[in-house]
C-alpha cells in the first residue's frame, strides 16, 4: 500500500519521505494523489510514522490511503476523529501507544470522548484491536483502533518499540534486554543501525509481520472492498 501524507509539510511527513529516499522506497509515497476515502491517523509521532509506513509498504497492493499526524496526540486525537468525516473518509484507522495506561482504561476513554460513535467492538483474540462506526451529521465512516504493544511486564510502557525491539530481537540476534522504556531503548541503537533494521525488515516480511499482529488485522480489514 502506498501512503499520501494529508500536510507534506509536516515534520513527521518530511522524515517518512527522507527514510523512504534512504530505502530506495520513493514509489511508497504518494505525493500527487488525490485525496483517499481512507485515513490513517498515528496519533504519536516518531518511530510510529516510520513502522507504519513500512508495514503497509509490505503489504502490497496498488491502494493508496491518506495519513495524519494529528494535533492532539495519544488518547486527545479521539476529540478530533469525527471532523475527518466532514472530507468523506469512510474509513478511519486510529494508531496509539499504550503507554502507561490498561488497555481496558483506553477503550474506555475512547468509547466516552469520540463523537458520535457507536458498535464499539473489541476484537476477540486480542484486546489491541477494536472496530467501530463513527456517525457525525450525515456522514458515516468505519473505525479501526490498534493500540500499540505487547504483554512484556518487565517493560514499564508499551509503545510501538515493543514491536521493534523484539523483531531486533529475531533479524539481528540482537541480546536487548527488554526492561525499562522501550522509547529509551529504542533511542539507544544508532540512527545507522535502525536503518539496517528496517533494511531487514523489508527482506524478512513473514517474520516482520508476526511482530505486529494487531497492526496485521486492521490493515488487512482497510483493504476490504479496496483494490489488491
Known sequence: MKIRPRDPTHRLSIDITS???????????????????????????????????LLLHLHNGKHTVDIAFPKYKHIKAAQILHEYLKENYTKILLILDQEEWQIDKIHEHLKKNIIGIKNYKIDKNTKR?????????????????????????????????????????????????????????????????????????????????????????????IKQNNPK
Open 129 to 221: 484491536l477494536a472496530t467501530a462506526e463513527i456517525e457525525h451529521g450525515t456522514k458515516q465512516a468505519k473505525l479501526i483502533i490498534v493500540i500499540n504493544g505487547l504483554d512484556i511486564e518487565s517493560l514499564k510502557k508499551h509503545t510501538i518499540e515493543d514491536h521493534l525491539l523484539t523483531l531486533t530481537k529475531e533479524l539481528l540476534q540482537e541480546n536487548i534486554k527488554l526492561t525499562g522504556n522501550p522509547k529509551q531503548l529504542w533511542q539507544q541503537i544508532n540512527k545507522n543501525k535502525r536503518l539496517k533494521i528496517y533494511n531487514e525488515m523489508l527482506k524478512h516480511k513473514n517474520i516482520t509481520l508476526k511482530h505486529f499482529k494487531q497492526h496485521n488485522k486492521a490493515i488487512a480489514l
Open 19 to 53: 527514510l523512504l529516499r534512504k530505502l530506495n522506497l520513493r514509489e511508497t509515497i504518494n505525493l500527487t494523489s488525490p485525496k483517499q476515502d481512507t485515513l490513517i491517523v498515528i496519533a504519536n509521532g516518531t518511530p510510529d510514522n516510520e513502522a507504519i509506513t
